[in-house]
């Protein structure tokens, strides 16, 4: 299996996450595993279009498929996701910081006017 670095899974999970669809048959395997047919159910879809989506997820590592006969299971694999939030946690970081500035100026500059 060749490995992938940490750029490109992130890219795949980033793109993965951009379609609606994707993020909710995600927020429906944080409630546990599911077939694909009833993953699909709710969907205006085809079952070939909902498995389309399922592809790109699994691409991504997002999900793991068990099959069963004819049946194929799927269950959340939220490792990537952790990856996303991780780096996305750097810039909240960064945002905060600069709020916690922002509010320093408008208190310093408040004070001031006071005098």
């Known amino acids: 299996m060749v490995e ?6 992130l ?5 993965a996450l ?8 995600l ?3 944080r409630e546990g595993s599911g077939t694909v047919t009833g993953l699909a159910e709710p969907f ?6 909902v498995s389309k ?13 068990r099959i069963e006969g004819r049946e194929h299971h799927l269950s959340l694999e939220p490792a990537p996701l952790g990856e996303a939030s991780a780096w996305l946690q750097t810039y909240r970081e960064f945002w905060e ?18 005098r």
């Open 27 to 29: 927020t429906r395997l």
């Open 18 to 25: 951009a379609h609606p669809v994707r993020r909710e048959l």
């Open 97 to 114: 910081g600069r709020l916690d500035d922002l509010e320093g100026l408008l208190r310093g500059s408040r004070g001031r006017r006071r």
């Open 11 to 15: 890219d795949d999970t980033y793109a």
């Open 44 to 49: 205006d879809l085809s079952l070939w279009a």
């Open 53 to 65: 989506h399922i592809s790109v997820l699994e691409d991504a590592s997002l999900l793991r498929r």
């Open 4 to 9: 992938r670095s940490k750029g490109v899974r």
